[in-house]
């Protein structure tokens, strides 16, 4: 019973502390976008101020998400063994690329006038892609739906593990038990966000990201203290040999190897929160921060990957079972850590979902016959029934999912990087070439069935599920044989 007072205690505490960060600087708004006098007084006030760290604060809270991160390496990291530092690495290089790419983009000054514009469609990635051509719409409205179905299977990734995680802390064995606390957190969160808006998620996550960074460290120094009290051993190579064997074979891991060096060259500069961040922070202070935002996340993942490592030799589980195991050990020496935990998964689960869920309301307006998001007023958009919706489709995604074979780790390795599919556009941009429809309709198939096979395979099987993030990978240099651009077929 203490257990789960001090677990809903915890994550209580968070919710409300957000919302009262929320009622401070997210005041509630008559619409979903801001006008052009709003944003030219925030970028006037607030960017030149305080945007800096608000980039770093913004790519930590987004990028150490509650699924793919924080449960992830603490319940996945013996599964890839040493195989798995190349998270860490990869996210810090893939800096680099994003802040490349986005330049090339940026100098195209056709470009630069889509995405630095005053009103928010330039927050949106389909924009880029955007003309009055037939082709051109055709290529923005397939780019809309990559965003939309990529932000809707991150959104329900992560409240979907947070009502695993959670339930099974607390004992709950009953799928629809633990699909209804997922459907409570979506209607919550999801309420939050859009009633306050852009200006509101922005502030929140200078809040949520330290309170994760705090809370990885406690994790790791905990954990690696009570693996040492209660093994009797010190660090010797026999023991760190054992601590980073990966369980999957050697073909497993390097496929894993390239899946993700792939996956974070490019997981910020194809989703639409590093898009919005360039328009509501500008192109200066996001460039200049990418590198600084991306170590601290690196360092963050390389934390909680030593938690993960370590934590199987105590618990001898994997996944969520990881998870739940290594707090009921904590649990057993007191509250401190469990609480902790918990306030750092809470802070991940709110710094990702929020960005998430303005983003897919945004793009969902974004209108590819015109090249605008249509505005809304909250008048008609009533968060709280929009919230409720959102509630009950999880809830019943949940139990579908959760009474199918399927394990979650699979599930993330497909709808993480979704986003991939944008490579053939983005590779078309980058080299003055038309974006083709055709090519993305044919990556979406590739990525599709290779997604297929691996569901079907045997849990502790990953090839093809792995092999679909590199289908965007074959498919983008056929860009070399469409029609190159030119100056008349683009209008900003």
Known sequence: MTLAVVTALAVLAVMMATYLMFRVVGTRRHSLLLTAEEKARWDATVVPKIGKPLVVASLVGTLTSLATAYLFFIGTSKVFGYWILVCPISIFTGGFVTNWITKRVLANSSLRTRITGST?????????FWSREPAGVRVAR??????VLSMTGVIWLEFALFGDVL??????QSIPLRAAICALATIVVTDFTLRFGLRGFIFADAFHSPLLVAAAIVLVVATVVQFL???????DSHTLQTLVAPIVDSTSGMLFVAHVLVLNAFLVVFTEAHWLRLWVLTDRPVISRQLLGTAFTASIWLILSI???IAFSMTQEIGEGAVVALLKVFAESGILVVTVFWLGAAAALFSTADTQIYGLLLVSQFNPGTGVVSDRPFSSMRPLSYALVAGALFFAAYWIVRASPVPFEKIIFIIIPFTLNLMPAFFALLIGRVPSATLLLLTLTGYSVCAGIGFAQPTNQFTMTLLASL?????????LVTRRSESSDVNS
Do not use: D
């Open 307 to 309: 938690c993960g490592l």
């Open 229 to 235: 009290s209660g093994s009797g051993q010190s660090f």
């Open 167 to 172: 339930g099974l802390l607390l004992g709950i």
């Open 142 to 147: 397939i780019v809309k739906w990559i965003s």
């Open 120 to 128: 928010q469609q330039s927050g949106v990635i389909a924009r880029l």
């Open 471 to 479: 289908v965007p990978v074959a498919v983008s240099p056929f860009v």
